[in-house]
């Protein structure tokens, strides 16, 4: 498989990345991207400027997102997940009780 890999990456063949990323997934969420690609290029014996960074990145993520479904969007999304706890499951509206409090000076006709 090491071979395989090594032959397609140098030759930047479409979906190799994708490949790397699911066929090492454990070490690259361990690693990280970055300290990944320096095993990597040992591993495979090649140089690591021909292990493209951005799109080993790229792959992770849609492998990692790809293993845990939505809850993984979450993660890599912080803020994402923040905003939605904020916002009440129903309208402000649909409570009686839930008026403003301006609405308390408005008296009837």
């Known amino acids: 498989m090491k071979e395989f ?3 397609k ?4 063949k479409a979906g190799i990345y994708s490949l ?3 066929h090492y997934s ?6 990280g991207c970055s300290l990944f690609r320096d095993w990597l290029s040992q ?3 090649i140089d690591k ?9 790229s792959a992770a993520r849609r492998e990692k ?27 402000t509206f649909s409570d009686p009780g839930a ?3 301006s609405v308390d000076n408005i008296t009837e006709m």
């Open 20 to 22: 790397i990323a699911h």
């Open 99 to 101: 008026m403003p409090s």
């Open 65 to 91: 997102k790809k293993g845990k479904g939505k809850g993984k969007t979450d993660e890599l999304q912080p803020g994402l997940k923040n905003k939605q706890k904020s916002v009440s499951p129903g309208s």
């Open 9 to 12: 990456l140098l030759e930047n």
């Open 43 to 45: 591993e495979l014996d």
């Open 49 to 57: 400027d021909k292990i493209n960074l951005t799109s080993l990145y």
């Open 5 to 7: 890999i090594k032959q």
């Open 26 to 31: 454990d070490q690259v969420n361990k690693m």
